[in-house]
Nanobody
Framework: QVHLVESGGGLVQTGGSMLISCAAS?????????MGWYRQSSAKEREFVGI????????FYGGSVKGRFTISRDNAKNTVYLEMKSLKLEDTAVYYC???????????????WGQGIQVTVSS
């Protein structure tokens, strides 16, 4: 069993920045797991945001956020972070973290998901 809890969302103006985090716990969590972020808005299907490997030295991002978002992790805290900059209205969504093997995170097929956190970008 793996428990993921996101925190730090809320309201931000366009062009602003926000940091959200996700803490993992539970006997099923392994710090060799990759961790990643997805998002879903009412107007779109679930969208891949990014992934970070277990060492924290390799990341990959979805095209719509590349260059604006940064994923990092602190294995001592079993926590992954998503730093979002130059936020746009279209970044408004519920953001979900996930963990598991690299392919499971990359393709969104992991069994382990957080409950999601709302990020709203306003003009």
């Amino acid at each position: 069993q793996v428990h993921l809890v996101e925190s730090g969302g809320g309201l931000v103006q366009t062009g602003g920045s926000m940091l959200i985090s996700c803490a993992a716990s539970g006997p099923g969590f392994d710090d060799s797991f990759a961790m990643g972020w997805y998002r879903q808005s009412s107007a779109k299907e679930r969208e891949f945001v990014g992934i970070i490997n277990w060492r924290g030295n390799s990341t990959f991002y979805g095209g719509s956020v590349k260059g604006r978002f940064t994923i990092s992790r602190d294995n001592a805290k079993n926590t992954v972070y998503l730093e979002m900059k130059s936020l746009k209205l279209e970044d408004t969504a519920v953001y979900y973290c996930t963990t598991g093997s690299g392919p499971d995170v990359m393709f969104g097929t992991s069994r382990f998901w957080g409950q999601g956190i709302q990020v709203t970008v306003s003009s």
